[in-house]
């Protein structure tokens, strides 16, 4: 693979009614397999497909930045990130169990965590393998089967992760891909025989899944868009909320849905914070995104880029002021003159009532806003259809968990930005969505508890 922005790396057929009932029953076939392994069974497979993916990393890594165009040192986080969740879901797979429940005269019940079937998995573009693995680690390891639709725009890497589980030694059909863009989805959402839905994307989208979901009583997990706030108070380390704003805005080109792109900043050290993220901001290093030091790499299609641009242009009619970055990027190598590319960008003078302050621009573009106090802070800040995500920059610890105790979100961050541990819970509040990807919470999503209650003596009738 050569990287080649703004060409065709590849052409695949779009899946259509028939490709995807053979694919889900392909995968109801290889569940009655899987379900029936013991957890520790399961575990050494999902560990041997987590062995691959770490020492396939940097090939891996790099399908994933010609898929996506984000650098390969973020891909190459992204893919660490991705056998640690399958090795941290492996731990698990043998400890996954019910209880038991003693009840008067020797009699007692219990509980059977049991799997639910066969899962639909429905990916974003923005980190296709790591979202392909949040998914597909803790259904694997709770007994189930998944097919899974990657973004028609990143249809590459999740085929991958599809060999590699198949050289893990699952049963084939296990794990199975689809490809193709909405209709592809609804066939798929749509199938009786799929037993739950777990999606990440957008929330217009998000709300189609859902009614389609509920015409066949089908759980859903929904990890949707967000407008986060990330708060900057004036007793932060500045350094250290500096580093925080980056992070929170600018990785993967900005196209991540829980990126902390309101930026509050107290109006005590608003200057020298807007001063210091300015000057930060204009030194990434944008490219070739296969290049170790380069940093921010090309916008996922044409499209999406005029998108950016359109908000950017409606934030200056509106009163904001371009600090920094916003324009299109030419870079110098005449091989990535078509790429879609532009420097990122940080806006001044912002009001709640702007349209870039309001909206998921999902592009480099950061928004800064003064405010006054705590209490203010937190009304502006949950005044959002959102609530995916938050931060907070202080020393003070207690106000630290006062404001994350405040704010309506269900990720929040103290002095840090975009970490993912996979065992910590992620997912949203209001249109955020709901339903948990990593941590333990994801296994309630993946299996379904039945009671059993066991009589020891003679049956009483009422009768």
């Not at 959002?384 to 309506?408: E, S």
């Not at 997912?427 to 709901?434: E, L, T, W």
């Amino acid at each position: 693979f050569k990287s080649c922005p703004g060409r065709v790396i590849c052409k695949l057929l779009c899946s259509g009614e028939k490709e995807v009932d053979l694919a889900v029953q392909s995968a109801k076939a290889a569940f009655k397999i899987w379900s029936q392994m013991s957890g520790m069974e399961r575990s050494r497979v999902l560990l041997e497909a987590a062995r691959i993916i770490r020492e396939q990393r940097d090939e891996i890594a790099t399908l994933e930045t010609i898929n996506n165009g984000k650098s390969i040192f973020e891909a190459r986080v992204d893919i660490d990130i991705s056998w640690q969740c399958l090795e941290y879901y492996a731990g698990l797979a043998g400890s996954l169990a019910g209880e038991h429940i003693q009840l008067p005269g020797g009699s007692f019940g219990y509980t059977r965590r049991e799997p639910l079937g066969v899962c639909a998995g429905i990916g974003a573009w923005n980190y296709p393998f790591q979202t392909a693995c949040w998914k597909c680690a803790p259904a694997l390891a709770c007994g189930n089967a998944m097919v899974f639709k990657p973004s028609p725009f990143t249809p590459l890497s999740v085929v991958r992760l599809a060999e590699i589980f198949t050289e893990a030694g699952v049963p084939k059909g296990l794990f199975n891909v689809v490809q193709g863009g909405a209709a592809t989805g609804q066939i798929l959402c749509h199938h009786p025989d799929v037993a739950k839905i777990s999606f990440t994307g957008s929330v217009p989208t998000g709300s189609k899944i859902m009614e389609m979901a509920a015409k066949g009583i089908k759980p859903v997990t929904l990890e949707l868009g967000g407008k986060s706030p990330l708060i900057i108070f004036s007793d932060c380390s500045l350094e250290n909320a500096v580093n925080g704003a980056l992070m929170a805005n600018f990785l993967t080109q900005g196209e991540v849905c829980c990126n902390g792109t309101r930026v509050f900043v107290e109006r005590k050290i608003l200057d020298v914070f807007t001063k210091e993220v300015v000057k930060r901001t204009q030194k990434i290093k944008i490219g070739d995104p296969l290049l170790d030091d380069t940093r921010m790499g090309a916008l996922i299609n044409r499209p999406h880029l005029e998108r950016v641009q359109g908000f950017i242009k409606q934030a200056k009619e509106q009163g904001a002021e371009v600090l920094c970055g916003g324009d299109l990027y030419v870079p110098d190598d005449p091989k990535l003159k078509n790429g879609y590319y532009m420097r990122p960008c940080v806006l001044g003078k912002c009001t709640d009532d702007m349209t870039c302050v309001k909206e998921e621009i999902f592009g480099p573009v950061m928004s800064i806003l003064p405010f006054d106090t705590e209490e203010e802070v937190l009304e502006r800040a949950n005044n959002t259809k959102f609530g995916l995500a938050g931060g907070v920059f202080t020393r003070d610890i207690q106000k630290a968990h006062r404001v994350v105790a405040a704010l309506k979100a269900g990720m929040c961050f103290i002095n840090n930005y975009n970490v993912s541990p996979v065992e910590l819970p992620f997912g949203g509040y209001k249109s955020s969505g709901f339903g948990r990807e990593n941590g333990r919470a994801a296994i309630e999503h993946y299996t379904q508890l039945k009671t059993v209650c066991v009589e020891m003596g003679d049956v009483e009738s009422v009768f």
